[in-house]
Structure formats: C-alpha cells, structure tokens
C-alpha cells in the first residue's frame, strides 16, 4: 500500500478496505511503520517500534473488530501491553516492562488495532508540552519550532503527520485536548468512569484522569470510544452507555442547542489576539448554525485560587505515590539524578500533602461538580479555547524549572492551559475542535466544547455538524507521511 494512498484514509476507511479485502492487513500495518520511518526523524513522536506486532491470524479479514488490521500507538504511560516497555517518559522508569495488557489495552486489540508501537509523553504526564530529557522535544508537525503539546503530545504530532489515523492518549487536566488543539486534530476527554482504568488501578489521579484518544475525523473517535467503554470487573464507577451508538450521533443534527461563551479564563488572564478571534469566528459559525449563544461566565463553585490548589495537592500526591511505586519496582531512588527538576518538586511536595489535606481537595472536587452539573441545567453546551495561546517555541516552556516548588509548578500548568481541567475536575466531557487556523503563523486552533455528564453523545453530534460546515480533513502540516 503506498503512503499517499494511507494516508488519505481514516481509520474506519482503513479497516473497510482490509474487510473488503482491497488491501490485506499486514499492507496496512506495513504502510504505518513506513511512514514512522519517514516522518518521524523530524517530529520525535514515537519512543519504539514494535516488529512482531502483527494482525490477529484468520482466514477471515473482517473479524476482529471495527479497526481491524488498522496500526495503532498508545501513549507510554496509562496503558500497558504485556512484555513492552512502560517507561512513563521518565529515566526513573527505563526498562520497566509491563507484565499483562490493561482493559483498555485488551479491548483497543480485540476492536482490531494492532500496536506498533509507543508515545512520547513528559516525565510521568506533569506537563502540557512533550520536552522531556528522556526522550527529547517532540515537535509540532505544522511547525517544527513549536511544541506539539502534552502530555499526549507523541500521540498528537503522530496522527498529525500521517504515522496512524488515530492514537491512544490520556486526560488528566487537558492531555487528549491540549495536543488535538496545537496539532489540529480532534480529541475528546469521556465523561468520568467512562473507559476503564483498570486492572491495576481504579482512579488515576483521584478521579481527575481519563483515557481515549485522538483522531483526524470526529467519526474515528466516535467509533474509539463505542469500542473501549465500560467498566471493567470489580470497576469503582460505571457511566451507563447511550442507547444508541456514539457514531450514530455523529450523522445526527443536535437540534438547537443553548450554548454558553467563555472566550477568558477564570483565571482572570485575557486569551491571546489570535485565539480569540478564532473563537469569536466558531461562537459566530454556531449562531449560524442555528443555536442560540451568549456570552457566560459560569459559577464554579469555588475561587480560581481554591481550585489550583485543589488540583495541586490532588496532582501532587498522586504523582508522589506513583513515583514511590516505579521506584521500588525497578530499584532507582527518586532523586534528580533520574528525575527532572519540575518532577522532583510535585514529588517532594507531594510526600507534604496529609491525609486532611487530601480530603480537602476532594470536597472541592465536589463542590465543582456541583457546581458545574447546575450550569448544564440551563445550558447544553459550554464553549472556551482549548487554550489561550499559540503553542510555545520549544525549550520555553521549561525555562525556571529549577527555582518552581511543586505549586510553583502546578500554577505554570494551569496558565498555560487554564480552561481545560474544569472537564476533568468535574467529570464531564469535553471536546477539542480544529476548527481554525492562525491566518499569521498557520498554526491550528482548537475550539473546547464542554457538556453535561455522560453526554458525549451530544458532542458528538455538535462535532459532527461543525466538521459538516467547516471541513479540516484536507489541511495537512508541513511534516506529512504522505507526502
């Protein structure tokens, strides 16, 4: 299968051409680790190949799952397959190797997918760029100098560049969003209990973590999560499916919608020029598009102050404990000779937080959720920036790591993406559009669309009638597999 030809396909486009037996799967899986091979000098997305991964063996191509024979990259971190490295992005972690698939893992192979390799992603997910001393920066396809975002940001310039029409990524304050905003594709964060965890763990995060993926086409990822939902055996939440398919809704018009407009950040910091005038335009196309929106600033429950440092003991404890638990598995200290400044201060900030402290962050966690489940008593939809800014030049965002302590962190974090983590926070989904383009730089911008508990449904039927009346498919980046 030659590459101009991959990558004009998405993933359902793939795995229809092996069920009609135009292509075989191994043509397919070949022609993804070709185009790793060719674009992925330059962008730095994927950590490792794996050769041996092959198709499930049949006589009969179709079975196997929606995606079947259709190549896949899951992130390093959040999902794990049996006898792969697990590093995590961090030194601390090389050589740890995972000893069975996860849920997720087991049902993304049953759908069909074969992973062919793994993501870059920052030092244990603490950051919304991929510029770690592990792996390196990883770079924005459509820019070279710019970041391509965090901490799913391998998965994000990977799809971006052709290398696989869709990738696994994770969601811990805007992860799936943030590098579908800088790399132009789209990324929706599910609803809390939504995809499971498990099996070694139940929240990631205290709650605050989720997992799916990004994609080129809104029907890819509509389909990814139809495939991945549930909950696992002895699952501590479970978030009931829709009775019709997340993909159905996809083709479905919303109706009219009440759509709320945030184009600022609770924080009190004004987006960027050329974020809000590409929100401006999109809260304008929804107008036209039939739905009613007006301009909101919704009750969170709680100061911004009290939010942050929620989320920074919830974010820090977590990753302190998490960093105890690689340590002990593969015999390394935790120290700066194997971790990174700004990981070093969560991590010794974390061992700080009490148990009271812990259960502080949680009432605020409540209080939001609250908070934010009376907003969508009004309205349908919430509309934001993904983020307030273009994405940074690489080598910036790390600057002053050294003199930050793990809140000094956490709030460079939130100013960098400050609308996204109210999704995770709250539980709800959320969803990044690519919508538009800087006319000056030509670099994307996402479009954040947020909902009520458990309706990604809904979203998905907004992504779709946006994706109808403002095509992306046919944008490509500066790095291109198939070009």
Known sequence: MELRDYVSYDALGLAELVAKRAVTADEVINAGRRAVERVNPAINAVVETWADEAPASSPDQRSGGNFAGVPFLVKDLGITRAGRPNELGSRLARGLVAASDSTLMSRFRQEGFVPIGRTTTPEF????????????????????????????????????????????????????????????????KPTRGRVSNGPAVDEVWSGLAVQLGVSRTVRDSAALLDAVQGGGIGEPYYTAAPQESFLSKVEQDPGKLRIGFMPNPLSGVRTSAPVAAALAAVAQLCDQLGHDVED?????????????????????????AWIDAVSAAVGRPATTDYLEPATMAVYTYGRKVSGLDLLGALDVRNKVARAIGAYFETFDILLTPTLPQLP??????????????????????????????????????????????????????????????????????????????QPWINRRPTVWAGA
């Open 125 to 188: 997910a603490i950051s919304t760029t991929t510029e770690g001393v592990a792996t390196g920066a990883t770079r924005n396809p459509w820019a070279l100098e710019r970041s391509a975002g965090g901490s799913s940001g391998g998965a994000g310039a990977a799809v971006a560049a052709g290398i696989v029409p869709v990738a696994h990524a994770t969601d811990g304050g805007g992860s799936i969003r943030v590098p579908a905003s800088v790399n132009g594709l789209f990324g929706l």
């Open 296 to 320: 909101v600033t919704p009750d969170i429950g709680v100061s911004w102050e009290a939010f942050v440092f929620a989320n920074t003991q919830l974010f820090t404890v977590n990753t302190t």
């Open 392 to 469: 940074s030049l690489i080598g910036t965002y790390n600057q002053g790591q050294s003199e930050l302590d793990g809140p000094g962190w956490v709030d460079k974090v939130f100013s960098n993406s400050p609308f996204t983590a109210l999704a995770n926070v709250s539980g709800i989904p959320a969803m990044s559009v690519p919508l538009s383009t800087d006319p000056v730089t030509g670099l994307p911008v996402g479009s954040q669309f947020f909902a009520g508990f458990g309706r990604e449904d809904l979203l998905f039927s907004v992504a779709g009638q946006l994706e109808r009346a």
